[in-house]
């Protein structure tokens, strides 16, 4: 059974500083993987989608990272903002059919 | 386009009642899903649908019924409403394949006294 895990639970950085999230998986026949991000009392937001097949993605100042082999992916948030601070999930799809296995998500508050 | 649209936003119930969340999508999404989200532990899958007619279970689909009779619909139906089930659900869409996102709807918040 597909486990996905993402450590730190909770994550608290200067303004300026790079944020690094990881997201690990136990089983690498995946699909894809996507970052998404959640606001207090919000929906999930798509951030970045990395095929199977791709090593990275980049969108501005965000970029993430796939190593299936290791079961691995890394989101970076480069000179991070107050207006970063959000909770970031990762999930991954086994298959075709949509559907995701997430993560418990990573809490991130960027002081000023 | 409205994108995903849930409601109501917050519900409460006592045990033993029953009640419909209603998910709508206006992307002619082929694929919807519902998630509940739980302090601590993620997004866990409830039930899906591929497609108007079709429906399967998730990981957690125990006390609730779902049914797609259109594209555009897929309602969630708690038949007795349990404590266990005070949560907060999500509704999502997408056409499915490796380079499709999923799209979110801003979810219910569930209390079940």
């Known amino acids: 059974k597909q486990e996905v895990t993402q450590i730190p639970a909770a994550l608290s950085v200067p303004e300026g500083e790079n944020l690094v999230l990881n997201c690990s998986f136990t089983?690498?026949?995946?699909?894809?993987l996507q970052w998404f991000r959640q606001d207090p009392g919000k929906g999930l937001t798509s951030l970045l989608l990395?095929?199977?097949?791709?090593r990275e993605q980049t969108s501005g100042r965000l970029n993430a990272s796939l190593d299936k082999s290791s079961g691995r992916s890394t989101l970076y948030i480069a000179a991070s903002q107050p207006g970063d601070s959000a909770t970031y999930l990762c999930?991954?799809?086994?298959?075709?059919?949509?559907?995701?296995?997430f993560g418990a998500g990573t809490q991130v508050v960027v002081t000023p | 386009n409205a994108g995903v649209t849930q409601t109501p936003k917050f519900q409460v119930l006592k045990t033993g009642q029953s009640m419909t969340l209603q998910c709508a999508q206006d992307?002619?999404?082929?694929?919807m899903s519902w998630y509940r989200q739980d302090p601590g532990m993620g997004l866990r899958l409830i039930h899906y649908?591929?497609?108007?007619?079709?429906?399967d279970q998730g990981e957690v689909p125990n006390g609730y019924n779902v049914s797609r009779s259109t594209t555009e619909d897929f309602p969630l139906r708690l038949l007795s409403a349990a404590p266990s089930q005070t949560s907060v659900y999500f509704c999502?869409?997408?056409?499915?394949?490796?380079?499709?996102?999923?799209?979110f709807g801003p979810g219910t918040r569930l209390l079940v006294l």
């Open positions: 999502a869409s997408t056409y499915g394949g490796r380079r499709e996102t999923q799209y």
């Open positions: 089983d690498s026949a995946i699909y894809n």
């Open positions: 990395i095929q199977s097949s791709q």
């Open positions: 999930a991954v799809k086994p298959d075709s059919w949509g559907k995701l296995q």
């Open positions: 992307m002619n999404h082929e694929y």
């Open positions: 649908s591929v497609g108007a007619g079709i429906t």
